[in-house]
């Protein structure tokens, strides 16, 4: 099956810093891409649509000017959280769809652990 | 997009069959129903998809009735490595760029 990788796999930074998040697909090209966030014992939040070439569409509640999303090609898009705090902490999942698959899914990353101290 | 209900969490033995339901009262015509497995610290991973009746694959079956208010998975002879949260998902494969709501998900527990 199609792969998406995701680098780091976890970051640790201080309060206040950027910290950006690849996710790249490795065989296939990916017009869309997706991120999520999922806290602790909890279910996996979309945060954003990702389009290559376009802006991004965030979900209500996402604020756009502290999670960047960048979709420079059909392989990679990244996520860059501005500025971040403690609560930014979570694990944070892209999945890419592959136009050519028979069942439309989506191809998930193995996320990015980011803990902001 | 429909709305999904599992159960929140299951348990089992090695060797049993799982059946988790998910009811899906507002699905639209147009909609699939897909299952994700996910491990802890892990992405999800792709199950099985179908429209109606019965699909099976290598690892899972999955049963639709036919008005599809409804579907469930089907585990056959679990081991402990099935241990996972799993997550049905329904709609449309084309609109909303394929976009996905996951529900609360079902945390199977499968113990020896």
């Known amino acids: 099956g199609a792969v998406v990788s995701q680098h780091p796999s976890w970051v640790i930074c201080k309060s206040g810093t950027s910290v950006k998040i690849e996710c790249r697909s490795l065989?296939?090209?990916?017009?869309?891409m997706f991120w999520y966030r999922q806290f602790p014992k909890q279910s996996l939040m979309l945060m954003a649509t990702?389009?290559?070439?376009?802006?991004?569409?965030?979900e209500q509640g996402v604020e756009k000017d502290k999670f960047l999303i960048n979709h420079a090609s059909l392989t990679l898009s990244t996520l860059t959280v501005t500025s971040a705090h403690p609560e930014d902490s979570s694990f944070y999942i892209c999945?890419?769809?592959?136009?050519?698959?028979?069942?439309?899914?989506?191809?998930f990353g193995p996320g990015t652990r980011l803990t902001v101290l | 997009l429909a709305k999904t209900t599992q159960p929140i969490s299951m348990d089992s033995y090695e060797g049993q069959e799982v059946n988790i339901t998910c009811s899906h009262n507002?699905?639209?015509?147009?909609?699939?129903i897909t299952w994700y497995q996910q491990f802890p610290s892990q992405g999800p991973r792709f199950i099985i998809q179908?429209?109606?009746t019965k699909v099976t694959n290598e690892v899972a079956s999955l049963f639709i009735p036919a008005d599809r208010k409804s579907s469930t998975l089907s585990l056959p002879r679990v081991s402990l490595s099935d241990t996972a949260v799993y997550y049905c998902?329904?709609?449309?494969?084309?609109?909303?760029?394929?976009?996905?709501?996951f529900g609360q998900g079902t945390e199977l527990s499968v113990k020896p």
């Open positions: 999945s890419a769809r592959d136009p050519l698959s028979s069942y439309n899914e989506q191809f």
């Open positions: 065989d296939f090209q990916a017009t869309t």
């Open positions: 990702s389009n290559e070439g376009s802006k991004a569409t965030y």
């Open positions: 507002n699905i639209a015509t147009n909609d699939y």
């Open positions: 998902l329904v709609g449309d494969r084309g609109n909303q760029g394929g976009k996905l709501i």
């Open positions: 179908g429209y109606k």
